[in-house]
């Protein structure tokens, strides 16, 4: 394969779709923007590989950032779409698809003791906040410097992933009214996190964190960082929100914050719950939850949440992550890891930082590991994008943004994990040692 991007087909298509669509795409990272070249247009994916419009084949990096935890089309999930399909796309109305996900859900996470689906991970924090002030009667909002809570206007503020990509601090159009309730505080700064409580406490509704920060790279938590976010909010009288749009489901059966020192008052999820399907919801404690509507005054509503179609292949898809496939998940990506740093090595590149939780990867060239937010900044963004072409080259399809991270499936097998080593040995020795 040679070539910045995608083939014929696909720089047709998107000049086709720069006349109609925003950009010629639908979300900003899509666009190619931070890596060069032209989008890859996909027609089809079937467990671990994609196909684009020319027909090449890739092995699949990004599983629909995420939600294609099982792969693509997986027979379960597909078959539970058809079913609830040939029922009925839409009714507005309760089913009971709505009620067996929540209980799968709940079954996973103890915490979430009532349930609101919506239709996106934006929508789905975005409620959170507004639930968490409508039970606190407080205004502010905690977030953290390179997390990225969906596109809501009092959460885009020092986001990450396709913001900073853009290189835009903040968005146009979010009046600074919006923000002004809104403060950022450095990731796993706890020290600047204790000041700022101590200074504003008092009218802080609510903290969002995602517990492992998976768009600015990949960057964990260190430790004693969201168990000492948790202290200070309950000291504070606040709200802890975890934005698991998309940890929930992959890193374990139900959430993630807890193993990590972290009690969440609300939780947030996406991706994985809905199979691939647009889905969102948001849960937690009883009280907090019982003030939305219609049993309480804080009003949140949606035609299409609970969608009986997005509801069944949720189930499904649930269903199907069996403890086995979470360890096969682990190990395939341990695998991937060490494959990737061993050929490195050997190729002289010694600016790689590979960071792995689970089945997230993040591929970053810098001197460090990065750890807050300025140091994910700061990485060679050059540099991955010639690795990003490098292995696009080599039919391995990893995220266009050196900001993202990397989503391992379990339908990647031994035949895929082969064409991911050879493909990083040639990649590796194109990028040669570090700048």
Sequence with gaps: MTGRGGGPRSRRAFRRAERRLVGGVDSPVRSFRAVGGTPVFFARGRGAQLWDLDGRRYVDLVGSWGAAILGHAPSPVVRAVREAAGRGLS????????????????????????????????????????????????????????????????????????????AIADSAGVPASIVADTIVLPYNDLDAATERFARDGASIAAVVVEPVAANMNLVPPLPGFLSGIGRLAADAGALVIADEVITGFRLRRGAVAPEYGLRPDLLTFGKVIGGGMPVGAYGGRRDVMETVAPLGPVYQAGTLAGSPVAMAAGAATLDALTPAVYRRLDRTSAEIARSWTERAGAAGVDDLQLARVGSLLGVAFAEGSPRTYEAALAVDRRRYARFFHAMLAEGVYLPPSPLETTFVSAAIGPQETETLDRAAARSFRSLGGSR
């Excluded at 009714?91 to 003791?113: D, K, M, N, S, Y």
């Excluded at 606190?136 to 020092?158: C, E, I, M, N």
């Design 91 to 166: 009714f507005g109305a309760p089913t009971e698809l709505e009620h067996e996900l929540a209980e799968r859900i709940a079954a996973a996470v103890p915490g979430v003791q009532r349930i609101r689906f919506v239709t996106s991970g934006t929508e789905a924090v975005m409620s959170a906040v507004r639930a968490a002030r409508g039970f606190t009667s407080r205004a502010k909002v905690v977030k953290f410097a390179g997390g990225y809570h969906g596109h809501s206007d009092g959460l885009l503020a020092r986001a990450g992933s396709g913001v900073a990509t853009a």
